[in-house]
């Protein structure tokens, strides 16, 4: 058990630092690209590429801290800016800097409540698969909790699906039967994973 609490503490530390590089780099790359986009309206197509270099290297730090589909795409438009801006085109590379911001600012946002019961019920079903049925029912229950907030936000049957396995699954780790409850978890992120395509 001491040896598991190690890892994890460990695990947590590596994920806080990460996190840490994620949330400073994305604010910067935003106001970077907030400043191309300002001087390609101007028409200054050097001051665009240099703010839109500046931002490139957030984004990349950013996307190697945390990596996500949106940054990726900030990422596609901030180089196309880039380029743009290099060849005297400071229209085209304002119309990239513009997608890239849209990219930037929806990858600043936390995830939201399915996404994190996503996340603790593939870790339930990790440790269940490991026999774990104690650190399954801790993952299941905080999965859960996460369910009902984005029900109580917006009513999906899927989410209603995954709460109903998620109760099963905890039931299960309660009574220390950890094959039952990795399956009703497995069954419970099918659901909200047809619950966050659905958004």
Do not use: C, R, W
Not at 178 to 189: E, P, R, V
């Amino acid at each position: 058990m001491k040896k598991y609490v190690i890892a994890l503490a460990s695990a947590l530390l590596l994920t806080g630092s990460f996190a840490f590089a994620e949330s400073v780099h994305n604010p910067q790359a935003v106001e970077h690209t907030k400043q191309a986009i300002t001087h390609g309206e101007a028409g200054h197509a050097p001051l665009l590429v240099e703010h839109a270099k500046a931002a490139l290297t957030h984004a990349q730090a950013s996307q190697q801290a945390e990596p996500s589909v949106h940054t990726e795409q900030a990422i596609s438009h901030l180089s196309a800016a880039i380029e743009a801006g290099e060849k005297g085109h400071a229209d085209t590379g304002t119309t990239h800097a513009k997608e890239a911001l849209k990219h930037l600012e929806a990858a600043g946002k936390p995830p939201g409540h399915i996404a994190q019961a996503e996340e603790h019920t593939k870790a339930a079903i990790t440790h269940g698969e490991a026999g774990h049925a104690s650190i399954l029912l801790e993952h299941a229950q905080t999965a859960l909790t996460h369910a009902q907030a984005a029900e109580k936000e917006s009513p999906n049957v899927h989410v209603q699906e995954a709460i109903s396995h998620l109760n099963a699954a905890i039931e299960s780790g309660k009574n220390n039967n950890a094959k039952d409850g990795t399956t009703h978890a497995k069954q419970a992120l099918e659901h909200l994973e047809k619950a966050a395509a659905s958004k």
